[in-house]
């Protein structure tokens, strides 16, 4: 291709329900509204009420989070579509951490248990990563966090539910959905409920996490 071509690109794929959304939020936005509420606290209180708790074991996670809110919104350009990802998103994370707090108050014995010779992968993105703790996970000898573990960490997996536990379609719906949103992901980096999750995950509920850019644009 010779400098003085340009290359033309499309509009993204978006399903019939998915413009109808926005169509509306676009609406709203013209007669000054904003339907969905992405202010820290109103999301704090939010968590709250959906876990039933309001001890997040530290505060540490907020610098993060008030970052990650304000270039939401000052860069992202959301849709209306895109606000209740980031409001579903935050919450969902927020309500994870409380719960989590929660389990450990509950379960102090946790803080004794002992984990020998673990295994770290490093690398960076799209390095094979993915693939490589998927193979070491072959292994019986070890153990991986799998996706629907980390998307609902409270109660913990157990092996009487391992192979069954509600979760696990539940997880799969979400993962699903993510898939008929961006046609052609799953092709770029496999995910089921049943496969194992990364660290990127975990981290989201400090809100500290390269997933953050993943799924949203929040350059700062």
């Not at 703790?133 to 009487?160: H, K, M, Y």
């Not at 809100?207 to 953050?212: D, P």
Request: net charge negative; with cysteine; proline share 7%.
């Amino acid at each position: 291709m010779s400098q003085t071509e340009e290359v033309q690109v499309g509009q993204p794929h978006r399903p019939f329900g998915v413009k109808m959304i926005n169509l509306f939020g676009r609406a709203a936005n013209a007669f000054g509204m904003r339907p969905v509420a992405l202010d820290e606290e109103s999301l704090i209180q939010k968590a709250i009420k959906k876990a039933g708790s309001s001890d997040f074991g530290g505060d540490e996670f907020r610098e993060g989070l008030r970052r990650f809110l304000a270039s939401a919104q000052s860069e992202a350009d959301l849709t209306l579509l895109g606000r209740l990802m980031v409001q579903g998103y935050v919450t969902d994370n927020l309500v994870n951490r409380l719960k989590l707090t929660d389990w450990r108050k509950q379960h102090p014995e946790i803080e004794k248990e002992e984990i020998v010779a673990p295994l770290f992968i490093v690398g960076l993105p799209r390095t094979g990563t993915t693939k490589l703790n998927g193979l070491i996970e072959q292994d019986q000898a070890n153990r991986s966090p799998l996706s629907w573990e980390v998307q609902f960490p409270v109660p913990p997996a157990t092996p009487e539910t391992w192979d069954n536990d509600p979760r696990i379609a539940e997880d799969q719906k979400i993962l699903d959905q993510l898939f008929q949103l961006v046609p052609g992901f799953a092709a770029m980096h496999p995910m089921g409920a049943t496969m194992p999750q990364e660290c990127v995950a975990v981290f989201t509920m400090c809100f500290m996490s390269v997933q953050l850019h993943v799924h949203f644009y929040v350059p700062s």
